[in-house]
């Protein structure tokens, strides 16, 4: 599956695919960093998974240069493709910038940068675990 270009790729299969790819990434994390009841656990991966924590990864890893021209146009392609009046537990713009967010690790995954989307898997870690600190 390697190959896929990024300007034309369905940016919403791209982020049904990169859901389950961070997913997958975050339930190892947090495997490794604790033991403790499986819900503890979970409750903890939740804080990585949800659009809040993804959208504010993105946003930083925008910010920050961190992504390649071409990464950051297909979040924002991704994030101007998504329609969704009212997403549960987050705001319009949260929800679109994480759906932008999961359509790169989709489009990572798909296209074999597996070295590529571990860094952008750890750095988003990361900010999160930075803004959680700084009492978000």
């Known amino acids: 599956m390697?190959?896929?270009?990024?300007?034309?790729?369905?940016?919403?299969?791209l982020a049904y695919l990169g859901d389950a790819v961070y997913e997958?990434?975050?339930?190892?994390?947090?495997?490794?960093?604790?033991?403790?009841?499986?819900?503890?656990?979970?409750?903890?991966?939740?804080r990585y998974v949800c659009a809040d924590s993804q959208a504010a990864a993105v946003k930083e890893l925008m910010a920050s240069a961190f992504l390649?021209?071409?990464?950051?146009?297909?979040?924002k392609?991704?994030?101007?493709?998504?329609?969704?009046?009212?997403p549960r537990g987050t705001t319009p713009q949260d929800y679109k910038l994480a759906t932008g967010f999961e359509a790169l690790i989709g489009w990572l995954y798909s296209d074999g940068q597996t070295e590529r989307l571990e860094q952008v898997v750890r750095e988003a870690v990361?900010?999160?675990e930075e803004e959680e600190k700084g009492g978000r």
């Not at 390649?68 to 979040?75: F, I």
């Open 2 to 13: 390697t190959g896929i270009d990024p300007k034309t790729a369905d940016t919403t299969a």
């Open 24 to 46: 997958v990434y975050i339930r190892k994390y947090v495997l490794k960093k604790g033991r403790g009841p499986m819900h503890q656990i979970n409750r903890l991966a939740v």
């Open 68 to 75: 390649t021209e071409q990464e950051t146009r297909l979040v």
């Open 77 to 86: 392609r991704a994030r101007n493709r998504t329609n969704t009046p009212k």
């Open 126 to 128: 990361r900010i999160i």
